[in-house]
């Protein structure tokens, strides 16, 4: 039996065995007696005697072990030219500082902090700042509107907001505090300070009595210790896009997450002390907060934060030039980063011009990897390119390749093989489950494992309600796909209204909601269509009132700018059809997931409750342009 094969069986028939040994990973003040908890069924909770803290784990213990000289933090900013690097002992201090700043501004235990910040250090230290002081953070990707932020403010309730003055996207700059500033005017919860930290490319006006100045506060602040937390307290809320218009907030917890996670490293990523490793993603996003913060250092590995694109900050040899300048051992990004530079540099030419021996593989998940870009990326880099599967909720791989552990073959199309403590089910509508080769729900059986969220922030209903109740005794991942008769998995694409743009996590059914409020509209779907570069696009079919008098030109204009304001640029919406109808059945109901289908370009059958198959016909060609 193969390494893989061994623990993979251990994780599921010996639960507690499994991740109590996993655990003495960390360091606890307490350390667990006991792995699982399952007397509060289906929700579950690891290591509930535990007690620890995450940002002790990741910084203080590895400068108390000899490792402070050694690099924690590489920054690369192409949009600013600026550099920086900080050593374990230099983030552990900026880090205890500005923990003591939080504090002074009234942050303790179990509070929320909004961090609302583009990809600079002073990011990583507030998310760290906060897991020292047994806070729970939330941060809010910088391409979002006001009101996105705002619905976040309401459920997470922050003591403090902590912003940067601006972003800097290639062709124009972010003002962050004026969005701040329009979110908190919709919100009835209220910040008590908001900490800015002023960039000097665009400098914001400090202009309310709650703001506060990054470097005043840090200047007169005290080192905060960490605070010793359960290993069941929050450690983070990340939002993420449903089904329904409102975010939901995915609770981390302190011991499992870090257990999952010090797993991950060595036996997914083979990556360990020392040794660099750059996540080209967001902080903002799940991807960010694993594997750009808290992975690598949680095992002592030296984290790269990179401010720039994968082309145009200047070139499609970027992400060449910063793995040869840093001796980047391992790369994770999303396939819509390689796309991008493929595009501009089909030949792969730009990796002449850069030493790439020391990059060892390619990680890639977030999106469907296609075959093209797999093929691409391993010819250009000549390096193993890994796929691998799993989403905001998981908090680490569900399936993937444990190049550490034991290296298997690469099936292009697949995300290769469930991680331990995952147990992978493919089920048919009614819940049986399915043979190898047949596409169903990709459904995932009871417990969880630890870094898995246990619940969504404040409403265990929610949670039960929205990935439990499906298939008794599953979690619902609202992706679907097929085994193969080895175990590969195959993720083919989601079964609900969330929509996969670049990487980036949407709901379609907030697209509509927007689309809908205009007093045009009597009423819309927004679909995501297969795009080349981005993966997918929204797309809406707006149908108009009887009798409204508007020129189509206008209206896309209008509903664009609609979905920009209030979703955010990363929506990327452009693409409004006005058709003369929508496909339903006869009780009205709008035909979503056939759209979907025709869009993805599956077979999609058609119910036989339709209405009008007349109007499904004549959508096709807009829904899947050139079939
Ligand atoms: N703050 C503010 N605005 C942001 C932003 C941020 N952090 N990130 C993106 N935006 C804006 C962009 O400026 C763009 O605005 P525009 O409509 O005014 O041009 C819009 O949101 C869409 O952004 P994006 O999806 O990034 O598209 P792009 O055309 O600017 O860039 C790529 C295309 C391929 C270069 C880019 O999508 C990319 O790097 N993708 C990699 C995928 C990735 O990292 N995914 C993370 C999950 S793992
Ligand atoms: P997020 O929560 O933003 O990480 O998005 C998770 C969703 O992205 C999953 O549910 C999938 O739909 C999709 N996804 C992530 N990784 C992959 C992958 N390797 N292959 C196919 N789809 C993926």
């Known amino acids: 039996m193969g390494a893989y094969t061994e623990q993979y069986r251990r994780g599921l028939d010996d639960p507690e065995g499994f991740w109590l040994d996993a655990a003495r990973a960390i360091d606890w003040v307490r350390p667990p007696s006991r792995a699982l908890d399952s007397s509060g069924a289906p929700l579950y909770r690891w290591f509930g005697d535990g007690v620890l803290n995450t940002a002790y784990n990741a910084l203080d213990r590895h400068v108390e072990a000899g490792r402070g000289e ?43 902090v909004i961090i609302y910040m583009p990809m600079v250090p002073e990011a990583v230290v507030a998310m760290l700042a906060c897991a020292r002081l047994g806070a729970v953070h939330s941060v809010v990707f910088g391409g979002f509107a006001p009101a996105e932020l705002a619905a976040r403010v309401e459920d997470a309730t922050p003591t403090v907001i902590v912003a940067a003055s601006c972003g800097i996207e290639p062709a124009r700059t972010v003002e962050y505090l004026p ?19 002023q960039r000097p490319a665009a400098p914001a006006t400090l202009d309310d009595p709650r703001h506060v100045d990054w470097d005043e506060l840090v200047a007169s602040a005290e080192p905060a210790d960490p ?37 991950s490293m060595p036996a997914i990523y083979d990556v360990g002390p020392g040794q660099v490793w750059w996540t080209a993603s967001d902080v903002g996003w799940v991807v960010g907060h694993s594997y750009i913060v808290y992975a690598p250092l ?54 002449a011009e850069h030493d790439l021996s020391g990059l060892a593989t390619l990680f890639l998940a977030g999106e469907r990897l296609d075959p093209e870009t797999l093929s691409w990326a391993r010819e250009t880099l000549g390096v193993p390119v890994i796929d691998h599967w799993w989403q905001t909720e998981t908090g680490w791989p569900v399936a993937a390749n444990p190049r550490g552990l034991e290296p298997m073959p690469v099936k292009p199309g697949s995300a290769s ?32 494992p630890p870094g898995a969220l246990p619940t969504l922030w404040g409403d265990d209903d929610r949670y039960v309600e929205s990935y439990l109740s499906r298939y008794e005794g599953h979690y619902l991942t609202g992706d679907s796909g097929y085994r193969d008769d080895e175990g590969y998995l195959f993720v083919m694409g989601r079964t609900d ?83 003369e109808a929508l496909p339903k059945t ?35 060609p807009i829904l899947r342009p050139g079939s």
């Open 497 to 579: 209204d969330v929509i996969n743009v670049a990487g980036h996590r949407l709901s379609t059914g907030s697209i509509e909601a927007v689309l809908a409020a205009h007093p045009a509209v009597a009423e819309c779907a927004v679909i995501g269509v297969a795009d080349r570069l981005k993966g997918q696009l929204p797309h809406g079919l707006v149908v108009l009132k009887a009798g409204a008098d508007v020129d189509h030109g206008r209206l896309r204009d209008e509903l664009v700018a609609a979905v920009r304001d209030e979703i955010g640029p990363v929506a990327a919406f452009r693409d409004v059809s006005v058709v």
């Open 417 to 448: 093989v469930p991680m331990p403590g995952w147990d992978v089910r493919v089920l048919s509508p009614s819940g049986e489950e399915l043979p190898p080769g047949r596409e169903g729900a990709i459904a995932l059986r009871l417990p969880l």
């Open 298 to 351: 949680l095992v002592g590995a030296t984290t790269l934060l990179y401010e720039g694109k994968p082309v145009g900050t200047p070139d499609a040899g970027a992400f060449w030039r910063v793995i040869a300048e840093y001796g980047v051992r391992a790369l994770f990004t999303a396939p819509t980063a390689l796309r991008a530079i493929k595009r501009v540099d089909p030949d792969g030419a730009a990796t």
């Open 586 to 620: 006869r009780s009205g109901k709008i035909l979503r997931r056939t759209m979907r289908g025709i869009a993805d370009g599956r077979d999609e059958p058609v119910p036989s409750t339709i209405e009008d198959p007349g109007v499904l016909t004549a959508l096709r």
């Open 70 to 112: 050694q690099d924690a933090l590489l920054w690369d900013s192409p949009v600013t030219g600026a550099k920086d690097r900080l050593t374990y002992r230099e983030l552990r201090d900026r880090v205890a500082r500005f923990a003591g700043a939080l504090r002074s501004l009234g942050v303790g235990r179990g509070d929320r």
């Open 179 to 197: 969005i701040v500033t329009d979110a908190l005017a919709a919100t009835t919860h209220q910040p008590d300070h908001v900490v800015v930290l």
């Open 227 to 263: 605070v010793p937390v359960a290993a069941t307290d929050p450690l983070y809320i990340l939002y993420t896009s449903g089904t329904t218009g409102k975010p939901k907030g995915v609770v981390r917890d302190n011991g499992g997450h870090a257990v999952a996670l010090a797993w």
